[in-house]
């Protein structure tokens, strides 16, 4: 491994035969250089699902990480593999007990109002388009934040608007949601990565970006 490049730990999902996308992309950006990290391991809480799949035809080692996920076994795995930066992309479980400085999120709708737990993939979408029939929104948001004890409520550093569209179904938006989160997330953990965005971890007045940053 390139000592001079920093390391990131990724907790992936994914489901007993597919997933893990978003992880495949940040390594593959890492292999072109888009994104300035390692990738050192992905963890699933799926023993021989799709993310196990992935990292085996990435060659990135794989960790499982079944139940319960306590503090003290989400510690153990970080304290082994001491990475810079801890990427959850699509990981579906509480994390408890990480520094939450240097864990961060990506969630496919907006935030606070389309996050908490059960509220990912498909059923964020649902939900969105739902809130849009109604006429209370007219667009949902591909979302990154910093991660805290409690799901997505952590401070969030990016947003991106991703328009709902008359004829709009779950599957249509995820499909654009996702190709969102793929084409930026790599390009905001760099952000993260280098210090241009970042928190004291306790207070969200704290969180600083840069000052050409408009994706607030």
């Known amino acids: 491994m390139d000592e001079?490049?920093?390391?990131?730990l990724v907790f992936a999902s994914g489901d007993e035969t597919g997933g893990g996308s978003g992880f495949q992309e940040l390594v593959e950006n890492s292999l072109t250089g888009i994104l300035k990290a390692k990738i050192v391991a992905v963890v699933s809480n799926h023993g021989n699902?799709?993310?196990?799949?992935?990292a085996n035809n990435l060659g990135v080692p794989f960790i499982y990480l079944g139940g319960p996920w306590v503090s003290g076994r989400y510690k153990t795995i970080v304290q082994q593999l001491q990475p810079d930066l801890v990427c959850l992309s699509g990981w579906l479980k509480l994390v408890r007990g990480l520094d939450p400085q240097i864990t961060i999120n990506?969630?496919?709708?907006?935030?606070?109002?389309?996050?908490?737990?059960?509220?990912?993939?498909?059923?964020?979408?649902?939900?969105?388009i739902a809130t849009s029939q109604k006429g209370l929104v007219t667009s949902s948001t591909v979302t990154m934040h910093f991660v805290t004890d409690k799901y997505d409520r952590?401070?969030?550093?990016?947003?991106?608007?991703?328009?709902?569209?008359?004829?709009?179904?779950?599957e249509s938006l995820g499909a654009r949601v996702n190709k969102i989160e793929h084409t930026w997330q790599s390009f905001i953990t760099n952000l993260v990565l280098n210090g241009e965005i970042s928190w004291d971890g306790v207070d969200p007045k704290s969180l600083t970006v840069p000052s050409w940053y408009n994706f607030l």
Request: aromatic residues 10%; glycine residues 16%; charged residues 20%.
């Open 4 to 8: 001079s490049k920093k390391k990131i």
């Open 49 to 54: 699902g799709g993310v196990r799949q992935r």
């Open 106 to 128: 990506i969630h496919p709708g907006p935030l606070p109002d389309f996050g908490g737990h059960g509220m990912y993939g498909h059923h964020v979408h649902e939900a969105v």
């Open 154 to 170: 952590g401070p969030v550093f990016f947003r991106y608007p991703v328009l709902i569209r008359p004829d709009e179904m779950p």
